[in-house]
């Protein structure tokens, strides 16, 4: 299988737990990687054979920015089902990272990575 990968997506959401991170909000970054076929699609130079990584940028940037969820877990889920929603796309890796999660010790990044297959 090919992989086609995005790395730090970048969007505002209102996710978290705590009342403050759901009202203030904050950055989440996404990184994705797209099992598929890239075969036919470099055969005949054809985008419509591919998966348009343009508009799945779009579409992850909307589900963050979209429908607050409590957890990250649930929104790398979302990401993960939009993902596999384009027909070429037969599994996707997602990672969603929370740089400014509310720890009260010094860290670099929280993340939550999934994948997920068409059954």
Partial sequence: ??????????????HG???KEREEGQ???????????TRPAAADDDLAKTVHYGIVAEEVVAVVEGEPVNLIETLAERISQAC???????EVEVV?????????????????????SRV
Avoid: C, S, Y
């Fill in 84 to 90: 596999l929603r384009h027909e070429g796309a037969r």
């Fill in 27 to 37: 950055t989440f970054l996404v990184d994705l990687v797209l099992g598929l076929d």
């Fill in 17 to 19: 737990v705590f009342p």
């Fill in 96 to 116: 969603v990272h929370k740089p400014n999660a509310p720890i009260t010790v010094p860290f670099d990044d929280v993340t939550v990575t999934i994948t997920r």
């Fill in 1 to 14: 299988m090919d992989r086609v990968a995005l790395r730090g997506l970048k969007a505002r959401g209102h």
